[in-house]
């Protein structure tokens, strides 16, 4: 269970966070809400050493630091700071700029800032791989990428990133987007959307023994209809003879991957494609919670609480650490 999610406005901030002890405690109420345990033996005293921001167990005398298996794991910047950016990033309705950051927080370089961002960014997207998507999924794919490169399925210049939102019926009757995920992925084929449908939990059961996934929604592209066939799935076909009806025909996948276009291009100022993916999991995380807007902050910290970090190395060669691992 999560630590208590406030609602906070800014002055509640800056009220509740005004030096690194608040914050420390903060982190150690929302990483053990029932109290600390300790992670070796699972007993419950523990003398606090909060010069070095550990828990030091009465009965096997092991140390714990209150930020190892976090995403603030050995960082040198003052966890003021930190909170700081995870404030701004949770609340930026358009997300935030690294530059912007860095001068505001008066953090050294623009490495640091932009490593902490992306360490964010990390949690945020470990937390949404834990949710399914339900009952009717609309799915398209868009390609990102520069102005002026080649477009289209099979175009080798822009990155193909599948969109899935799960559509509910309110009151009224009315359609309206749940959940959304989105992935870079090599090509829009059958095997890849389906790939894709088995991390958004197609075949998973309620309950009740329903499906989970049940249907989706989908233009034309032949892909869709066979993955829905493989995974026994029903296919709603929207057959678009003008490309422009599709925000009527299929109005939230699209409005979705025009409002990720654009803070793309706005705050972030484009990106490669090797960091694209976690800009887009930073767009649906956000999106995944905007009924919960005031709770956002202390949800972001439960997120990097319970996240493990990621290096520098490891962002910027994903792959080396990999072929290290396999060989
Ligand atoms: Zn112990």
Redesign the pocket.
């Known amino acids: 269970m999560p630590g208590k999610y406030i609602e906070r406005s800014l002055i509640d901030f800056q009220k509740s966070f005004s030096d690194n002890e608040s914050c420390a405690q903060h982190l150690v109420e929302q990483r053990w809400p029932d109290g600390f345990i300790?992670?070796?033996?699972?007993?419950q005293e523990?003398w606090y050493l909060s010069k070095r921001r550990l828990f030091d167990?009465?009965?096997?005398?092991?140390q714990t630091s209150i930020t190892a298996g976090t995403i603030f794991h050995k960082t040198r910047v003052p966890l003021l700071k930190w909170y700081w950016l995870i404030y701004h990033m949770a609340m930026d309705k358009v997300g935030v700029s690294v530059f912007e950051m860095q001068r505001l927080l008066g953090i050294g370089c623009y490495k640091t800032a932009w490593l902490m961002a992306h360490k964010v960014r990390k949690a945020m997207a470990t937390r949404d791989e834990r949710y399914s998507l339900a009952g009717l999924v609309e799915m398209d794919e868009s390609f990102f990428g520069p102005a002026g490169t080649k477009r289209g399925r099979g175009s080798e210049r822009k990155s193909v990133v599948l969109c899935a939102v799960s559509i509910y019926r309110n009151y009224k009757g009315e359609e309206k987007p749940g959940f959304a995920h989105m992935r870079i992925v090599n090509d829009a084929s059958a095997e890849t959307i389906e790939d894709f449908l088995e991390r958004l939990g197609c075949g998973k059961k309620t309950q009740e023994g329903k499906q989970l996934l049940e249907t989706i929604r989908s233009d034309g592209w032949r892909s869709y209809g066979r993955a829905a066939k493989d995974k026994n799935l029903s296919h709603c076909r929207i057959v678009l003879r003008d490309p422009k009806a599709a925000g009527r025909l299929m109005p939230w996948i699209h409005r979705i991957i025009a409002n990720t276009k654009n803070v793309i291009r706005g705050a972030h100022r484009g990106v490669s494609e090797k960091h694209l993916q976690s800009y887009l999991s930073e767009i649906a995380y956000r999106f995944n919670r905007r009924f919960w807007e005031k709770e956002l902050f202390d949800r972001l910290i439960h997120a990097c609480v319970s996240s493990e970090t990621i290096t520098y190395e490891q962002l910027v060669h994903p792959n080396k650490n990999l072929t290290k691992l396999r060989s």
Do not use: E, K, L, N
């Open positions: 300790c992670p070796r033996c699972g007993h523990a167990c009465r009965s096997c005398r092991h």
